[in-house]
């Protein structure tokens, strides 16, 4: 019986982590895509790093995105490309008094009035910063 739970729960585990992965794959793909269409359009020959800002509550794990987009640039402009990833802190900020503090999660509740209308003013930033590239004869 234990066994039986014990090897359902794996699985379990295997399937979020590869729905996860599968999240940050196609997120890698999307940022590729427009990283080499942006290159290219400058005459890139190679495309040699890239900067990204990752809020801490866009729901994106940096460290698997590094390891999707290495995949996902295989045999593109950016193949060599450097991957570097800014994160942003959560910031709320409350809708009844005013106060802003750190927030983790978007349901924050404002540790001053105890209020749950809290904007969220920064940490879901996802966007690309820059590209760094070089041109023929360099
Ligand atoms: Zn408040």
Do not use: D
């Not at 996902?72 to 802003?100: F, H, I, Q």
């Not at 999660?105 to 820059?130: D, H, K, M, T, W």
């Amino acid at each position: 019986m234990l066994e039986i739970v014990m090897a359902n729960r794996a699985g379990f585990w295997k399937q979020i982590s590869f729905t996860i992965v599968m999240h940050e794959m196609s997120i890698a793909m999307s940022i590729v895509e427009a990283v080499v269409a942006n290159a290219q359009k400058e005459g890139a020959v190679r495309v040699s790093g890239v900067e990204l800002l990752v809020g801490k509550l866009a729901g994106i794990e940096p460290e698997s995105l590094k390891f999707c987009f290495s995949a996902a640039a295989k045999g593109t402009l950016a193949e060599e490309a450097l991957l570097a990833v800014e994160e942003p802190e959560g910031v709320g900020e409350c809708g009844e008094c005013g106060m802003r503090f750190p927030v983790t999660f978007y349901y924050a509740e404002c540790p001053g009035c105890r209020s749950l209308r809290i904007n969220i003013v920064s940490g879901e930033e996802f966007l690309i910063q820059s590209i760094t590239i070089e041109e023929e004869g360099e």
